[in-house]
């Protein structure tokens, strides 16, 4: 049961605010340390807040090979953040995860739900300098600006 509502917190919410885990807690009978214990020990729990544009880059072997860190690293340097950190604005969170099943185009990196494939980091630039302040108008990566490359 606690798995579940979790999930259910952290889909409400976006993460899952400590006093959630305590509400959590007392709601299940569980003492809240139980409950943080289980939450920090899933990588998909958001114990902090995310930024408005979740920046995830894929580091997989097929996008190591693609130069994926080449990302990472330009991210990390354009946005002056570590993985696993927010921008001081809010605006961006940047992290690693596991192939996102676009090794044919590599490399990918998810911006919030939008796929990008084959990305370069001129492409990556273009399209960070130009996402809208409010996620909600961001639909479409060429509205927001990214040109195909040749598909
Ligand atoms: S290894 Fe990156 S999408 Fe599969």
């Not at 998810?110 to 909600?136: M, R």
Request: proline letters at 5%.
């Amino acid at each position: 049961m606690l798995l579940p509502t979790l999930h259910f917190v952290q889909h409400t919410y976006n993460w899952i605010p400590s006093q959630a885990m305590e509400e959590i807690g007392a709601f299940l009978g569980l003492a809240p340390a139980e409950v943080m214990d289980t939450a920090t020990f899933y990588e998909e729990y958001w114990l902090k807040p995310k930024g408005k544009y979740l920046l995830q880059v894929c580091r997989s072997l097929a996008c190591e090979i693609c130069d994926s860190r080449k990302l990472t690293d330009h991210l990390r340097k354009k946005l002056n953040i570590e993985v696993g950190q927010t921008t001081d604005d809010d605006r961006f969170t940047l992290i690693e995860l596991e192939c996102l099943g676009s090794c044919g185009t590599a490399p990918a990196m998810l911006c919030n739900e939008q796929l990008y494939e084959d990305l370069t980091v001129e492409q990556l630039d273009e399209l960070i300098d130009k996402l809208p302040a409010d996620p909600h108008d961001f639909k479409d990566p060429f509205l927001a600006g990214v040109e195909s490359h040749g598909h």
